[in-house]
């Protein structure tokens, strides 16, 4: 995952208010010179043994020896990651560290509908990653450095980012409401059994079907120095379902059939709209023949990598082909 930068964190711990936290989480503060004192909801506390600090905007409790800023009260407070508490931190308004005055609580609506069906889910997730990559400095460098930055393929084929922030928008599983959408998105594989994004820290690449609805999700890591295990290309649970650009398909005679989908679309960013992908050597299904059969191809340019596995994989696709 890309590291938030610290001038990001060094507003957060500077531009809001530890006092009005607290206060906002229901405990009483009194004065004692120039910090604040009250009950540490972490223990059983008779001493007000918490302490506030505005003036360093930090707070800190003698029962139960911990403390911090801004972000490990949240932490702390609601029982989330360091990068869960920074984005509700940053999803704001939220008072200054200037401020003594009680916060509003802040949550930014849920990007899905909680009682919409699977595929309006899925369809909804995809919108919701779109918008987050328009807005990410790093998934969009990703882009340039692929060569696939090219503004109407985001938009025509809705690439997007998967950044962590759904589930920070989503009711917590305590909640009925919660529950019920994680247990959906965990089905349709957008959320794992943990609770975390499938896709995260990853480009999410979705695969509409002739009614423009996403039947198959591609996703490939930012980053390549990941730890040990870690997959770079990921995909819904189950088997393919769909064809990349099938609608870029119709009426041509002839298709290029590359290995994956990041080769298919430097492909359509070079002006090859008659482009689509298989999913990985082996990866050329019945609903590619399907659809090679429904658009009138009668030719089919194999564009696999041109290495051993290419070479095996493309000798096997031009067969079936055949």
């Not at 139960?64 to 920074?86: H, L, N, T, Y």
């Not at 899925?122 to 400095?137: A, N």
């Not at 909640?175 to 995260?200: D, P, T, Y």
């Amino acid at each position: 995952m890309p590291r938030i930068p610290e001038t990001e964190l060094e507003r957060l711990k500077t531009e809001i208010s530890v006092h009005s936290l607290v206060e906002g989480a229901g405990i009483e503060l009194k004065k004692a010179g120039k910090d604040w004192l009250g009950r540490c909801p972490f223990h059983a506390d008779d001493t007000a043994s918490l302490v506030v600090s505005p003036g360093k905007n930090l707070w800190h409790c003698f029962g139960c020896q911990i403390g911090g800023g801004p972000i490990d009260w949240v932490m702390r407070k609601e029982g989330v990651s360091f990068r869960d508490a920074v984005e509700r931190l940053k999803a704001g308004p939220l008072p200054s560290a200037a401020s003594t005055e009680a916060p509003t609580r802040v949550r930014l609506p849920a990007p899905v509908n909680l009682d919409a069906s699977e595929q309006e889910l899925l369809d909804q997730v995809i919108d919701y990653y779109h918008q987050t990559l328009l807005s990410s400095p790093e998934a969009m460098a990703y882009l340039e450095r692929r060569g696939i930055a090219d503004r109407e393929l985001i938009e025509q084929h809705r690439l997007g980012y998967a950044n962590r922030t759904l589930g920070v928008r989503l009711p917590i599983a305590q909640l009925k409401a919660g529950a019920e959408v994680r247990g959906r998105l965990q089905k349709i594989g957008i959320l794992r059994e943990s609770g975390h994004e499938h896709f995260n820290g990853s480009l999410v690449v979705p695969v509409f079907d002739a009614q423009g609805q996403v039947s198959e999700v591609y996703g490939r890591k930012l980053l390549d120095k990941l730890r040990a295990g870690t997959a770079k290309h990921l995909y819904l649970p189950g088997a393919h379902r769909g064809v990349w650009n099938e609608r870029g398909l119709m009426g041509q005679g002839e298709v290029i059939l590359t290995e994956a989908l990041i080769d298919a679309m430097t492909f359509w960013c070079a002006g090859h709209r008659n482009v689509t992908a298989a999913y990985g050597v082996e990866g050329l299904t019945e609903d590619h023949l399907a659809a090679f059969q429904r658009s009138g191809v009668r030719r089919v340019l194999i564009a696999y990598d041109r290495d051993e596995a290419g070479d095996r994989g493309a000798a096997k696709a031009a067969e079936r082909l055949m």
